[in-house]
């Protein structure tokens, strides 16, 4: 059972299950690229009666023994609920996009479509995404498809993380 912290906004208790630090592994494919494997770190904090929950991810390619071979990617971010089954995320990247994702919460499931991209001159092509959000039997786990450097919507990660902190307060 999860527990709701007594500060947390109401209109974030649907989010409640995406609440500390998660870390595990995934692969990454795509066809302007060489399939590989990566390992990540996701927090999601909360502000004490603020109405959204913040959100960091960083990731690392892995060699085929599960050793660090470089940094990957990062974003940052708020998840921002909308009722009892909306959500709005912002997402912020240091290679040059921020998106804006719309999406539905189902129980301990979260699915997002961009509604918007937008990057800066310097950016590869990037043009939407879709991620899908689950917890299942304790891990999160998700799916991302993109549209990018001239290809169709498509696979490109997906990971199985696990929670090795609980809920916390965002740091002021």
């Not at 996009?97 to 990057?119: C, D, M, N, P, W």
């Amino acid at each position: 059972m999860i527990e709701i912290p007594s500060d947390l906004h109401p209109d974030c208790v649907p989010l409640v299950w995406l609440l500390g630090r998660w870390e595990g592994a995934g692969v990454g494919d795509y066809p302007t690229i060489e399939a590989f494997r990566f390992g990540q770190e996701v927090q999601f904090t909360y502000v004490p009666g603020k109405p959204f929950l913040s959100y960091q991810s960083r990731s690392w390619i892995l060699d085929e023994d599960g050793n660090l071979v470089q940094p990957a990617a990062r974003e940052t971010g708020y998840w921002r609920p909308q009722g009892e089954d909306e959500v709005e995320v912002l997402l912020t990247h240091p290679t040059g996009f921020v998106e804006i994702y719309i999406g539905r919460i189902e129980s301990a499931r979260l699915e997002l479509a961009t509604r918007g991209v937008l990057k800066t001159e310097t950016a590869k092509d990037y043009r939407s995404g879709h991620r899908l959000y689950g917890l299942v039997e304790g891990r999160l786990m998700y799916v991302y498809e993109m549209a990018a450097m001239g290809e169709d919507l498509q696979p490109h990660l997906s990971a199985e993380l696990q929670r090795v902190e609980g809920a916390s307060q965002a740091a002021d």
